[in-house]
């Protein structure tokens, strides 16, 4: 898989806001907004959309759930955010690397559309 645009943002090539990193992930402010707070958490490993993660990915995935409780009680929403996944770009995914969403600070409508 060649280069994605996330890969470039956690070796430094692009500059981005990184607001957490650890070892097997990274979240970055979305530079387009949809929420006040719109967090994208990104593993390192350049999955390219989540129906194509493997069984070996699974330590990974969970990782970035528990990611999730960490960031967002560190930013103090934790009692009210939305995670979304878009998976495939009829789902509306752009980059071909693996991210969750993180949006939080509005009112959040289901279904989300
Ligand atoms: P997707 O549409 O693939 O689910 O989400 C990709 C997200 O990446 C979009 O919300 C888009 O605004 C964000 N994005 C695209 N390019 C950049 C960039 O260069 N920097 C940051 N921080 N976000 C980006």
């Known amino acids: ?11 430094r090539q692009i500059p ?10 990274f ?3 979305d530079i387009n907004p949809q929420a006040p707070v719109h967090l994208l958490l990104i593993p ?6 989540l129906s194509n993660a493997q069984a070996e990915d699974q330590a ?3 990782h970035l759930m528990l990611a999730v409780g960490t960031i967002t009680r560190e930013l103090k929403i934790e009692n ?3 995670l979304a996944v ?10 071909f690397h693996l991210h969750l ?12 559309g």
């Open 60 to 62: 990974l995935l969970g």
């Open 27 to 29: 979240a970055i402010r």
């Open 1 to 11: 898989m060649s280069e994605t645009l996330f890969t470039k943002i956690i070796n």
């Open 101 to 112: 969403h993180i949006l939080a600070g509005r009112a959040l409508t289901w279904p989300p």
């Open 44 to 49: 390192k490993k350049p999955i390219d959309r």
């Open 80 to 82: 009210a955010f939305r």
């Open 86 to 95: 878009n998976n495939g770009a009829d789902a509306g995914q752009s980059v």
């Open 16 to 25: 981005a806001d990184i607001v957490y990193e650890d070892e097997h992930c």
